[in-house]
Nanobody, 112 residues
Framework: VQLQAFGGGLVQAGGSLRLSCAAS????????MGWHRQAPGKEREFVASISGSGGRTLYDESVKGRFTISRDSAKNTVYLQMNSLKSEDTAVYYC??????WGQGTQVTVSS
């Protein structure tokens, strides 16, 4: 399986970005997908996940109400809409296809 994440960049605090992660090489629809992030000097941490059907989502408390995860089964793609970005959201964001397939990461930098 291959996961290609893109959509990161530099944005001012309060701004928005949408990350995308396209999966290939395996049946996508029956598996949970999610996003994790790793800030400099910190461990990788959970951000959000979405069930295979798209009917169940989970968020870390730090992003709840600001980030929205969604998926498009026809495009084998999962999205992370990030609004009201804060400097503490700066990190490399990784998508994951359960149980253990990771994308290469995309950098998100939020300037204050």
């Amino acid at each position: 399986v291959q996961l290609q994440a893109f959509g990161g960049g530099l944005v001012q605090a309060g701004g928005s970005l949408r990350l995308s992660c396209a999966a290939s090489g395996r049946t996508f629809n029956n598996y949970d997908m999610g996003w994790h992030r790793q800030a400099p000097g910190k461990e990788r941490e959970f951000v959000a996940s979405i069930s295979g059907s798209g009917g169940r989502t989970l968020y870390d408390e730090s992003v709840k109400g600001r980030f929205t995860i969604s998926r498009d089964s026809a495009k084998n793609t999962v999205y992370l809409q990030m609004n009201s970005l804060k400097s503490e959201d700066t990190a490399v964001y990784y998508c994951i296809l359960a149980p253990d397939s990771w994308g290469q990461g995309t950098q998100v930098t939020v300037s204050s």
